[in-house]
């Protein structure tokens, strides 16, 4: 159980295009879900947090026009990189809090989308 | 601010050996505490979750420890195999960072065969 899913895996992109993440929950349903971004040979960074029905919360230093982020259902979230560029090339992690309990929850996380902007 | 720190930041084994990897945090008001496992290119996998109210957990071959009040946490692998090598990461959940997770920068282990 707590399985959480990404698409795509991977994806390589032209500069100035945007690419969107999805991220899912599979067999539970998800209030809360964080993204992350990992830089090679780096820890993780939290971009945002999404919550289901609700505008995401976004962490200092990132800019919401570029990464824009929707949570339409309790087991779907996505990451819109807009107008992508090179420096964006970076690994997105997901990961999903169950629903209905304690913000204290154990977070499962998703596999990865290894972003590449040429 | 919480911040995590792992040391070593890389760590290279003989087969076989029992070996410790370091995590402390500065803000000991935490609600728990994760160790997890990173393969290159890979997601996370969950190890092991230590609640604040504990002292430690095991896992087959693993024992993660924590001292909430010196803030920190020792995860120990016995017999270490290659198949241990990976990227292992600690993360603190705090209860002055909204159940956010804050990550320490991972010891990047090498077990040689």
């Known amino acids: 159980g707590a399985v959480v899913s990404q698409h795509p895996s991977r994806v390589i992109c032209k500069s100035g295009t945007s690419v969107k993440i999805e991220c899912r929950s599979l067999d539970f349903q998800a209030t809360t879900m964080f993204w992350y971004r990992q830089f090679p040979k780096q820890s993780l960074m939290l971009m945002a947090t999404s919550n289901e029905g609700s505008k995401a919360t976004y962490e200092q230093g990132v800019e919401k026009d570029k990464f824009l982020i929707n949570h339409a259902s309790l087991t779907l979230s996505t990451l819109t990189v807009t107008s992508a560029h090179p420096e964006d090339s970076s690994f997105y992690i997901c990961?999903?809090?169950?629903?209905?309990?304690?913000?204290?929850?154990?977070?499962?996380f998703g596999p990865g989308t290894r972003l590449t902007v040429l | 601010k919480q911040e995590v720190t792992q040391i070593p930041a890389a760590l290279s084994v003989p087969e076989g050996e029992n070996l410790v990897l370091n995590c402390s945090f500065t803000?000991?008001?935490?609600?728990?505490l994760q160790w997890f496992r990173q393969d290159p290119g890979k997601g996370l996998t969950s190890l092991l979750l230590?609640?604040?109210?504990?002292r430690e957990q095991t896992s087959g071959r693993l024992n993660a420890s924590l001292d909430k009040s010196s803030g920190r946490s020792t995860l120990y692998i016995a017999a270490s195999q290659p198949g241990d090598s990976a990227t292992y990461l600690c993360a603190v959940k705090g209860d002055n960072q909204g159940g956010k997770l804050i990550f320490g920068q991972g010891t990047e282990l090498s077990v040689k065969p």
């Open positions: 230590i609640q604040s109210s504990q």
């Open positions: 990961s999903a809090r169950l629903a209905g309990g304690l913000m204290y929850n154990e977070q499962f």
């Open positions: 803000d000991s008001a935490i609600y728990n």
